[in-house]
DNA sequence: AATACGACCTGCTGGC
DNA sequence: TGCCAGCAGGTCGTAT
């Protein structure tokens, strides 16, 4: 669920809360959330323990906490993972995963249905975490650089929705930021890479930027309680949404039903007379 | 190298 | 009421 402006809401709100904070307990109740923590849950339960967060970053739809001792917390929040900033003494959530205490007592919560999501323990490699090495900058970073990402995607032969999902080719683009780029862009999901020419494929890129812009300006997009802030606040962009969820419904620019069909096995929506 | 596909989960909805 | 298929904001490992 969460994509780049969901995740950077999350960091945010998340940053602010706890950087220069003290992590005093960890508390793991799942191990699927640690599973990518080679040396097992107790082991990511002791080495956090006494941790200060010296800061936090992100890069696509993964984010992670700096600590003191140079390595990172990396939180990938999957299909339906949330972080939530507990100040209080809340009742447990059904889907509480993990649990952070830090030494003023507030607390950092792991909430996440699915199990999609994790937390992981890794030294850093460079300005990111080394198990995000293999994801291509976002297209907020100084290292994005479009005019290599278009050239890119011409030399591709997979459909251009496939290309947009590939967190190695460009990273933060999910399935619907993925849809509302290529309806801004007026092409079909279906295309490929290589049919499309130099300028297309920059125009496809600016208009990514500019979804995921709006979209973070308002806090990203909501469907339901899978989705909220590290205060627990909803997005609003669902209500600018063009063609995501929208099957049957009428084109916006053109009135023309909205249309959903399957790309590699995710769902795409587009409008079959605007987009070509 | 690039591409394709199943696996990993939980829960909700709609049809019969 | 029950049961089952289909669907959901993602990524990774393995096989071609
Ligand atoms: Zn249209």
Redesign the pocket.
Request: hydrophobic fraction near 40%; glycine fraction near 10%.
């Given at each position: 669920?969460?994509?780049l402006p969901?995740v950077e809401t999350v960091r945010r709100g998340v940053d602010a809360a706890f950087r220069g904070g003290r992590i005093s307990a960890v508390e793991v109740y799942n191990p699927?959330t640690v599973r990518r923590h080679a040396t097992g849950v107790a082991d990511f339960q002791r080495s956090l323990a006494g941790l200060e967060v010296t800061g936090s970053g992100r890069r696509?739809?993964?984010m992670w906490l700096g600590l003191d001792d140079g390595r990172a917390l990396v939180c990938?929040l999957?299909?339906s993972g949330q972080l939530h900033v507990v100040t209080d003494g809340r009742e447990a959530h059904?889907?509480l995963r993990g649990r952070m205490r830090f030494s003023d007592d507030r607390e950092l919560w792991f909430i996440d249905?699915?199990?999609?999501g994790y937390w992981d323990l890794v030294d850093m490699d460079g300005a990111v975490p080394a198990?995000v090495a293999?994801?291509a900058p976002d297209v907020f970073e100084t290292a994005f650089d479009p005019g290599l990402s278009a050239d890119r995607l011409l030399?591709?032969?997979?459909e251009v929705k496939?290309a947009l999902?590939d967190?190695t080719w460009i990273?933060g683009v999910?399935?619907?930021y993925a849809d509302e780029a290529l309806w801004r862009s007026r092409l079909r999901g279906r295309r490929t890479?290589d049919s499309l020419t130099r300028r297309k494929a920059l125009e496809l890129l600016g208009h990514v930027g500019d979804v995921l812009t709006e979209s973070l300006a308002v806090g990203g997009?909501?469907?339901?309680e899978?989705?909220v802030d590290a205060r627990g606040e909803a997005g609003y962009f669902a209500r600018e949404l063009a063609v995501y969820g929208r099957a049957g419904q009428p084109c916006k620019r053109c009135a023309t039903p909205i249309v959903r069909e399957v790309i590699?096995?995710?769902?795409a929506h587009y409008c079959p007379k605007c987009q070509r």
């Amino acid at each position: 669920m969460p994509e780049l402006p969901e995740v950077e809401t999350v960091r945010r709100g998340v940053d602010a809360a706890f950087r220069g904070g003290r992590i005093s307990a960890v508390e793991v109740y799942n191990p699927r959330t640690v599973r990518r923590h080679a040396t097992g849950v107790a082991d990511f339960q002791r080495s956090l323990a006494g941790l200060e967060v010296t800061g936090s970053g992100r890069r696509g739809k993964f984010m992670w906490l700096g600590l003191d001792d140079g390595r990172a917390l990396v939180c990938h929040l999957g299909m339906s993972g949330q972080l939530h900033v507990v100040t209080d003494g809340r009742e447990a959530h059904k889907h509480l995963r993990g649990r952070m205490r830090f030494s003023d007592d507030r607390e950092l919560w792991f909430i996440d249905q699915r199990t999609f999501g994790y937390w992981d323990l890794v030294d850093m490699d460079g300005a990111v975490p080394a198990t995000v090495a293999h994801i291509a900058p976002d297209v907020f970073e100084t290292a994005f650089d479009p005019g290599l990402s278009a050239d890119r995607l011409l030399r591709r032969r997979i459909e251009v929705k496939k290309a947009l999902l590939d967190q190695t080719w460009i990273s933060g683009v999910g399935n619907i930021y993925a849809d509302e780029a290529l309806w801004r862009s007026r092409l079909r999901g279906r295309r490929t890479g290589d049919s499309l020419t130099r300028r297309k494929a920059l125009e496809l890129l600016g208009h990514v930027g500019d979804v995921l812009t709006e979209s973070l300006a308002v806090g990203g997009t909501s469907f339901d309680e899978l989705y909220v802030d590290a205060r627990g606040e909803a997005g609003y962009f669902a209500r600018e949404l063009a063609v995501y969820g929208r099957a049957g419904q009428p084109c916006k620019r053109c009135a023309t039903p909205i249309v959903r069909e399957v790309i590699g096995d995710r769902s795409a929506h587009y409008c079959p007379k605007c987009q070509r």
